[in-house]
C-alpha cells in the first residue's frame, strides 16, 4: 500500500512513519503539511489511502476531502482527528470520506481502518455507525446547527471559539465581507441575533469538542 499522511503537525507525522514502517504491507509512506502540498502531491502521484487531518493550514480539511474526491473518486480518503466523531463524523462520510478516528486511536485501530478502507473501502467504528444511525433518523426536531453548510458550521466553530471575522477570514483564506456574509446567513438560518448567542449555542452544544 502507498499511504499520504496529510497533517500540520510535524510530530504527529513523524509518529504515524514510525508506525507505519513497521508494516509489511505499507511500501510508501508520503506526507503533506498543508492543504495545498496534499493536492499537489494527489495530482502527481496515484496513492492507495490518504489519512487527512480536517483541521489544516488554508483550505478546510472538508474542502479538501471534497476536491480530492473530484479528482479521484476511487481514492480512499480515512479522516483522522481531533475532533470528537459526534462532531465532524457524519458531515465527513457524506462528503466522501472512507471513515473517520479521533487522533486518540491506538496505532492498532489506526492501521486496522487503514487495512480495511483499501480492501473494502469504508471503516465504519461502531460510534460513527451509532452517529450516522441518529442523523438519518433524525426529524424536524435536530439541532440547528445540522441546517448548516459545512463552512457555515466550520465558521459557526470558530465564532464560538472566541475568534474574530478577521482573525476567520485569515485562518480560512476568505475575505472579510465573505466571513461576515457567512456569518449572516448562520444567524438567520438558527435565529440568533449576535456573536454572543452564538457563542451561547456553541458551547451549550459542546461543539468544540
Given at each position: 500500500?502507498?499511504?499520504?499522511?496529510?497533517?500540520?503537525?510535524t510530530?504527529?507525522?513523524?509518529?504515524?512513519?514510525?508506525?507505519?514502517?513497521?508494516?509489511a504491507?505499507?511500501?510508501?509512506?508520503?506526507?503533506?503539511?498543508?492543504a495545498?502540498?496534499?493536492?499537489?502531491?494527489?495530482?502527481?502521484?496515484?496513492?492507495?489511502?490518504?489519512?487527512l487531518?480536517?483541521?489544516?493550514?488554508?483550505?478546510?480539511?472538508?474542502?479538501?476531502?471534497?476536491?480530492?474526491?473530484?479528482?479521484?473518486?476511487?481514492?480512499?480518503?480515512?479522516?483522522?482527528?481531533?475532533?470528537?466523531?459526534r462532531?465532524?463524523?457524519v458531515?465527513?462520510?457524506?462528503?466522501?470520506?472512507?471513515?473517520?478516528?479521533?487522533?486518540?486511536?491506538?496505532?492498532?485501530?489506526?492501521?486496522h481502518?487503514?487495512?480495511?478502507?483499501?480492501?473494502?473501502?469504508?471503516?465504519?467504528?461502531?460510534?460513527?455507525?451509532?452517529?450516522?444511525?441518529?442523523?438519518?433518523?433524525?426529524?424536524?426536531?435536530?439541532?440547528l446547527?445540522?441546517?448548516?453548510?459545512?463552512?457555515?458550521?466550520?465558521?459557526?466553530?470558530?465564532?464560538?471559539?472566541?475568534?474574530?471575522?478577521?482573525?476567520?477570514?485569515?485562518?480560512?483564506?476568505?475575505?472579510?465581507?465573505?466571513?461576515?456574509?457567512?456569518?449572516?446567513?448562520?444567524?438567520?438560518?438558527?435565529?440568533?441575533?449576535?456573536?454572543?448567542?452564538?457563542?451561547?449555542?456553541?458551547?451549550?452544544?459542546?461543539?468544540?469538542?
Amino acid at each position: 500500500m502507498k499511504i499520504l499522511i496529510a497533517d500540520d503537525h510535524t510530530v504527529f507525522r513523524e509518529g504515524l512513519k514510525r508506525i507505519f514502517a513497521e508494516a509489511a504491507d505499507i511500501a510508501e509512506i508520503g506526507e503533506a503539511s498543508n492543504a495545498q502540498q496534499l493536492l499537489e502531491r494527489v495530482a502527481e502521484k496515484r496513492w492507495d489511502v490518504v489519512l487527512l487531518d480536517i483541521s489544516m493550514p488554508g483550505k478546510s480539511g472538508l474542502e479538501v476531502l471534497k476536491e480530492i474526491k473530484q479528482m479521484n473518486p476511487r481514492l480512499a480518503v480515512l479522516v483522522l482527528s481531533m475532533h470528537s466523531e459526534r462532531q465532524f463524523a457524519v458531515r465527513v462520510i457524506r462528503a466522501g470520506a472512507a471513515g473517520y478516528l479521533t487522533k486518540g486511536a491506538a496505532a492498532k485501530e489506526v492501521l486496522h481502518a487503514i487495512r480495511k478502507v483499501y480492501r473494502d473501502g469504508k471503516y465504519i467504528s461502531e460510534s460513527v455507525a451509532e452517529h450516522l444511525v441518529m442523523a438519518v433518523g433524525q426529524n424536524t426536531d435536530r439541532p440547528l446547527h445540522e441546517s448548516l453548510s459545512d463552512r457555515e458550521f466550520e465558521v459557526l466553530r470558530m465564532i464560538g471559539a472566541g475568534r474574530t471575522v478577521s482573525e476567520i477570514a485569515e485562518e480560512l483564506s476568505l475575505s472579510v465581507k465573505t466571513v461576515s456574509t457567512y456569518r449572516t446567513h448562520i444567524l438567520e438560518k438558527m435565529n440568533l441575533k449576535n456573536n454572543a448567542e452564538l457563542m451561547l449555542y456553541v458551547i451549550t452544544n459542546r461543539l468544540l469538542e
